[in-house]
């Protein structure tokens, strides 16, 4: 038995309850939880704009302590620390075996699914299923996780601070590092400062990008921002974005711009802010039945692309551990990105936080 928050219904408070949690299965990993990031993805679910099968325990970003493994298990044994990744890997689809694990077929289908990779629950209430968000399930004291979601770290690693790190920084380092490979010199900006907007920023610092124009409606998040590295601010409440992104680059627009919030219209305006040969790399997930509308006379006259970016284009086993260390090294800052720590029965008033626009990541903690 261990107490998890679960979705019932969409546009509903998450209840705070207990549940029944199994041992894990062949290649399944029972992990105890110590820090869980909450995100907009989680927001998205509970309002329905993420299709996902209820009851569902909630949460996919995380970090935690092994505490058993299911058979045939070899890369995390009892006692390793580490992070949850919300892209396991089956290691055998096309996708997999051509270097892409982030768009594996099984964990696509078992993320919609709500189950593991074989079609069924760890959680039960009342003998009944209850589902894993993105086979991670991170809002719960315990949850159980494929081997290939469990991304081992080094041992000094504070997991409530780089919990964070399996969702805001992978997703947001990777998406300039590796999705639109931003060269050094390069201009950059990122529509969004929540949690990974401010990842992409640094990310764009890591590659040396000559301007790095932040754009939010709050000034307390483009003031992180600026922390962070941003060498220029624009509030789009008081702007127009891509006026003032052109008027910094000469009238050219960016090379590279991203959209991190998971709105077609800012999507939109993004693509019009960069340059003719640029790039406009959408991170933010929108509804299903979204579209984006954008000019395919510029597009095409203007030889302009779009990218989308999901999980960074990273492969978690390689990348995450490597993310750490930039973290400890000080060269990522994750601090800034944490804004409060709360306890498991606190998390339906962090969402509040999180759409008031009060919060970057608030941390549910469970101890260790």
Same mark, same amino acid.
């Given at each position: 038995?261990?107490?998890?928050? !679960?979705?019932?219904?969409?546009?509903?408070?998450?209840?705070?309850?207990?549940?029944?949690?199994?041992?894990?299965?062949?290649?399944?990993?029972?992990?105890?939880?110590?820090?869980?990031?909450?995100?907009?993805?989680?927001?998205?679910?509970?309002?329905?704009?993420?299709?996902?099968?209820?009851?569902?325990?909630?949460?996919?970003?995380?970090?935690?302590?092994?505490?058993?493994?299911?058979?045939?298990?070899?890369?995390?044994?009892?006692?390793?620390?580490?992070?949850?990744?919300?892209?396991?890997?089956?290691?055998?689809?096309?996708?997999?075996?051509?270097?892409?694990?982030?768009?594996?077929?099984?964990?696509?289908?078992?993320?919609?699914?709500?189950?593991?990779?074989?079609?069924?629950?760890?959680?039960?209430?009342?003998?009944?299923?209850?589902?894993?968000?993105?086979?991670?399930?991170?809002?719960?004291?315990?949850?159980?996780?494929?081997?290939?979601?469990?991304?081992?770290?080094?041992?000094?690693?504070?997991?409530?601070? !780089?919990?964070?790190?399996?969702?805001?920084?992978?997703?947001?380092?990777?998406?300039?590092?590796?999705?639109?490979?931003?060269?050094?010199?390069?201009?950059?900006?990122?529509?969004?400062?929540?949690?990974?907007?401010?990842?992409?920023?640094?990310?764009?610092?890591?590659?040396?990008?000559?301007?790095?124009?932040?754009?939010?409606?709050?000034?307390?998040?483009?003031?992180?921002?600026?922390?962070?590295?941003?060498?220029?601010?624009?509030?789009?409440?008081?702007?127009?974005?891509?006026?003032?992104?052109?008027?910094?680059?000469?009238?050219?627009?960016?090379?590279?711009?991203?959209?991190?919030?998971?709105?077609?219209?800012?999507?939109?305006?993004?693509?019009?802010?960069?340059?003719?040969?640029?790039?406009?790399?959408? !991170?933010?997930?929108?509804?299903?039945?979204?579209?984006?509308?954008?000019?395919?006379?510029?597009?095409?006259?203007?030889?302009?692309?779009?990218?989308?970016?999901?999980?960074?284009?990273?492969?978690?086993?390689?990348?995450?551990?490597?993310?750490?260390?930039?973290?400890?090294?000080?060269?990522?800052?994750?601090?800034?990105?944490?804004?409060?720590?709360?306890?498991?029965?606190?998390?339906?008033?962090?969402?509040?936080?999180?759409?008031?626009?009060?919060?970057?990541?608030?941390?549910?903690?469970?101890?260790?």
């Amino acid at each position: 038995m261990v107490k998890a928050a !679960v979705m019932y219904q969409v546009r509903a408070p998450l209840v705070i309850e207990d549940v029944d949690l199994l041992e894990p299965g062949p290649g399944e990993v029972l992990v105890r939880m110590v820090g869980a990031g909450i995100c907009h993805s989680d927001w998205s679910v509970l309002q329905g704009k993420i299709p996902i099968p209820v009851p569902a325990v909630l949460g996919h970003e995380g970090a935690g302590i092994v505490e058993r493994v299911g058979p045939g298990v070899t890369s995390v044994g009892p006692g390793d620390k580490v992070i949850i990744s919300w892209r396991p890997h089956c290691g055998r689809c096309f996708y997999c075996v051509t270097g892409r694990p982030n768009l594996c077929d099984a964990a696509t289908r078992a993320r919609f699914q709500g189950t593991l990779f074989d079609g069924t629950t760890r959680f039960k209430k009342n003998g009944r299923p209850v589902h894993h968000m993105a086979m991670a399930a991170t809002f719960a004291e315990y949850t159980v996780i494929p081997e290939t979601g469990a991304i081992k770290v080094r041992p000094d690693a504070p997991l409530e601070k !780089v919990a964070v790190v399996g969702c805001a920084v992978i997703t947001g380092v990777g998406a300039v590092t590796t999705t639109a490979n931003v060269e050094v010199g390069a201009t950059v900006a990122i529509f969004g400062c929540g949690g990974v907007g401010l990842s992409a920023v640094q990310g764009a610092v890591l590659r040396g990008a000559s301007k790095v124009i932040a754009v939010d409606v709050l000034d307390s998040k483009l003031e992180l921002a600026g922390q962070l590295g941003a060498t220029h601010l624009v509030n789009a409440r008081r702007e127009d974005p891509v006026a003032r992104i052109r008027e910094l680059t000469g009238g050219a627009g960016v090379d590279y711009a991203f959209e991190v919030i998971g709105n077609p219209e800012v999507m939109a305006r993004a693509f019009e802010s960069t340059r003719r040969g640029g790039t406009c790399v959408i !991170v933010g997930v929108a509804e299903p039945e979204a579209k984006l509308s954008v000019s395919p006379f510029d597009l095409v006259l203007q030889e302009k692309r779009i990218l989308g970016s999901l999980y960074g284009s990273l492969r978690p086993p390689v990348d995450i551990p490597r993310l750490v260390d930039l973290a400890l090294e000080g060269r990522i800052k994750l601090e800034p990105l944490i804004t409060r720590r709360v306890s498991l029965s606190e998390v339906n008033d962090a969402f509040e936080r999180l759409v008031r626009g009060e919060a970057v990541r608030s941390i549910v903690t469970f101890g260790g």
